[in-house]
């Protein structure tokens, strides 16, 4: 079974960093595409970016260059989401999604979310 | 970047039909997908490559599309079916994947 399990709720101040996880199980991870999807507090889906476990090759929304960086560790399967000086326009649910590509483009896997509060 | 609308709310008497609607010059390129996300749970995907659906979606979903535009029907709505639903599709820009603002759908 195709499992992608994220970390839980952070609270963090501007300024601060932080990293979230999503840990995959169930197919090979290193041969899927994983994207970010951010969905600001009573709004819709919104791409940030890809990684790909396999050479760590990402590609960024233009809207997230530069303010987050993806990256992954195959060693455990895992896909993470960085940043390095949170903002409180950050505060969102972000999902983690397994992109498959085999025919067109599609996000068949999703993550729980993981919710996360930047405030003073 | 390109982008995609969808309908405003919808409502549907259980039981019945509903059809909403996406559209986007990115689906003159690329097959739309549609996803299903009730409040504070992750979207599920339900049709993926314009009208394919996934293992376990139940066959009252169904879409098609023409053009820029693509459409998801839901025949004999249940009340599980109620949620907000999403249209994405890649794009050719640098915003490599774009989703609609997303429909919600209202049971009654």
């Known amino acids: 079974e195709v499992q992608l399990v994220q970390s839980g709720t952070e609270v963090k101040k501007p300024g601060e960093s932080l990293e979230i996880s999503c840990e995959v199980s169930?197919?090979?991870?290193?041969?899927?595409?994983i994207a970010w999807v951010r969905q600001m507090p009573g709004k819709g889906l919104e791409w940030l970016g890809l990684?790909?476990?396999?050479?760590?090759?990402?590609r960024y929304s233009p809207s997230s260059q530069g303010r987050v960086t993806m990256s992954v560790d195959r060693s455990s399967g895992t896909a993470y989401l960085q940043w390095s000086s949170l903002k409180a326009a950050d505060t969102a649910l972000y999902f983690c999604?397994?992109?498959?590509?085999?025919?067109?483009?599609?996000?068949?896997?999703w993550g729980q979310g993981t919710v996360v509060t930047v405030s003073s | 970047s390109s982008e995609l609308t969808q309908d405003p709310p919808v409502s549907v008497a259980l039981g019945q039909t509903v059809r909403i609607s996406c559209q986007g010059a990115?689906?003159?390129?690329?097959?739309a997908n549609w996803y299903q996300q009730k409040p504070g749970q992750a979207p599920i995907l339900v049709i993926y490559?314009?009208?394919k659906r996934p293992s376990g979606i139940p066959d009252r979903f169904s879409a098609s599309g023409s053009g820029d535009t693509a459409s998801l029907t839901i025949a004999g709505a249940q009340a599980d079916d109620e949620a907000t639903y999403y249209c994405?599709?890649?794009?050719?820009?640098?915003?490599?994947?774009?989703f609609g603002p997303g429909t919600e759908v209202t049971v009654l």
């Open positions: 999604a397994r992109v498959n590509m085999l025919t067109g483009h599609y996000f068949d896997y």
């Open positions: 169930g197919y090979s991870f290193t041969n899927y595409w």
């Open positions: 990684v790909y476990p396999g050479d760590s090759d990402t």
């Open positions: 990115s689906l003159r390129s690329y097959y």
């Open positions: 490559d314009k009208m």
């Open positions: 994405n599709s890649r794009d050719s820009s640098d915003n490599l994947y774009v």
